[in-house]
């Protein structure tokens, strides 16, 4: 089980490019839309 913890956002333009997830381990991990973007904040 996984829950949304942020949304990952392109750094120069703004644009939401995915999500960042947490499992029920602890881990995390990134559900990208589209391909994935090097230079990314997270809210």
Do not use: C
Request: without cysteine; charged residues 20%.
């Amino acid at each position: 089980m996984a829950r949304a913890v942020g949304r990952v956002l392109d750094r120069k333009t703004g644009v939401l490019v995915g999500w960042l997830y947490q499992w029920n381990t602890g881990a995390f991990g990134f559900y990208w839309v589209g391909e994935p973007v090097e230079d990314y904040i997270v809210e």
